[in-house]
């Protein structure tokens, strides 16, 4: 169980004055990752090895996919209610320089997620 975040925000949801909690695995599940993933190595002040290696290893120039794309699966799967990913998707437009990342894995209670959507510059 954790607070209900809101899908696009990630704000905490307040509804009449009622803060809404998950219930299923994968919803708990899915919200540690996507926290995961969109918080940047360095950012929380108490514990500044936590998060996504962004400016360490992924926003430099000539990084490969590859490489990107490992970084976050090693991420995904070091959550500890995570068994596997079950899929995984990424692309990377040079265009916009931006990443984008989708997947689904299977939870410690054997729940599978929605997909997971990720979109970062790089």
Avoid at 48 to 53: H, S
Avoid at 65 to 92: G, H, M, R, Y
């Amino acid at each position: 169980m954790d607070i209900l975040l809101h899908p696009e925000t990630h704000d905490a949801l307040f509804i009449n004055g009622i803060t809404p909690v998950t219930y299923e695995n994968r919803l708990t599940v899915a919200q540690k990752l996507k926290i995961k993933l969109l918080t940047f190595q360095g950012e929380w002040f108490i514990n500044t090895t936590t998060g996504i290696p962004y400016f360490q290893q992924i926003l430099k120039r000539g990084v490969s996919k590859l490489t990107i794309d490992t970084i976050f699966q090693e991420a995904i799967l070091s959550e500890p209610d995570v068994l596997e990913i079950i899929e995984f998707n990424s692309i990377i437009d040079t265009e916009t320089r931006s990443y984008q990342l989708s997947f689904k894995v299977r939870t410690n209670s054997n729940q599978i997620t929605n997909y997971i959507d990720i979109l970062q510059g790089v």
